[in-house]
């Protein structure tokens, strides 16, 4: 069933009193299904204080994301690979940029690997900022990583979520190669707004990386998603969910973007929860097996729960 929730759609704009000079932050715009509890310090603490103790990373707070309570209560953690500071400028991400990016740390898949020991981790994803400066542009240290982590942890399942590799289909073949629970790459954002959204990213390289791991391994599930806001139409999501399945991807999620301060693109229009789900039904019918949708979903929310 369709429904008609044109009346709560809400923008920055549309909200009286809530203009580009008067808002203070972003939060004083955002609807009520948005809002969510930063959940109490002794459910964060032993993620933090295990992170911050061996200076790693984790996309969870370089990405401020809005789960990292409910997941750091769980014990678990998405590790953000090669540094906080990315290579990229892509308009709606909160990651570090802007800056040159700090050398790779030679510890940090030990690090890594030891961390998902102490948490107990049977499911662990690992992502990284994109680091073009590099010669292999960190698939090499995916590589290492996984490898690390299998040795101390060899019940543990390890999930990708990759940068596109400028398109070099080796580099994408090399992870693929090491077979991980699942292969991650996120397109973002529909066709027509890749420019603006995601500066040095291209939506047809983002559909290769996806084809060519199945080219690898065709067991190996890929996975996808979409950042919803940025004033893209439903028939131009359906058309990516389309275009994304043609690719023979598996996964999928779809969230609310939520504008990360005033420097950042602003929200052109927040999907009310009964459109996720209706988004998330029409993906099942086109054959993903899995699906997160829903306003705080992000890329790695529940993804153990999918293996």
Not at 29 to 35: G, S
Not at 191 to 199: G, H, I
Not at 235 to 244: C, F, N, S
Request: aromatic letters at 6%.
């Amino acid at each position: 069933m369709k429904s008609d929730l044109s009346h709560v759609s809400v923008t920055s704009e549309s909200v009286p009193g809530s203009t580009e000079k008067k808002a203070r932050s972003p939060l004083a715009t955002l609807p009520p299904w948005l809002r969510r509890s930063i959940g109490k310090a002794s459910e964060l603490s032993t993620v933090q204080k295990i992170i911050k103790q061996r200076q790693i990373h984790t996309i969870c707070e370089e990405g401020r994301c809005p789960n990292r309570a409910e997941c750091y209560s769980q014990k678990t953690a998405t590790f953000l690979l090669m540094g906080p500071t990315c290579t990229r400028a892509c308009a709606f991400c909160q990651v570090d940029k802007g800056h040159a990016p700090m050398p790779l740390d030679p510890e940090e898949p030990d690090k890594i690997a030891e961390s998902v020991q102490l948490l107990g981790l049977k499911y662990v994803v690992l992502t990284s900022v994109a680091r073009d400066d590099l010669p292999d542009q960190g698939a090499g240290w995916f590589v290492k990583t996984m490898e690390r982590v299998r040795e101390v942890n060899p019940g543990t399942e390890i999930e990708v979520l990759t940068p596109d590799f400028r398109g070099q289909r080796d580099l994408v073949v090399q992870v693929a190669e090491a077979n991980p629970a699942c292969y991650n790459h996120n397109i973002e954002t529909v066709r027509r707004l890749q420019r603006p959204v995601r500066r040095g990213a291209k939506y047809e390289r983002s559909l290769d990386v996806l084809r060519w791991v199945k080219e690898v391994n065709p067991d190996i599930p890929t996975k996808s998603g979409l950042m919803l806001g940025h004033g893209e139409t439903e028939a131009e999501i359906v058309e990516t969910l389309a275009d994304l399945r043609g690719v023979k991807c598996d996964r999928l999620t779809l969230g609310q973007y939520m504008r990360p301060s005033l420097d950042h693109l602003p929200v052109q229009r927040y999907w009310h929860p009964d459109e996720f789900e209706k988004l998330g039904e029409i993906a099942r019918n086109m054959g993903f097996n899995h699906v997160r949708s829903g306003p705080l979903v992000r890329s790695s929310y529940h993804a153990g729960q999918d293996s």
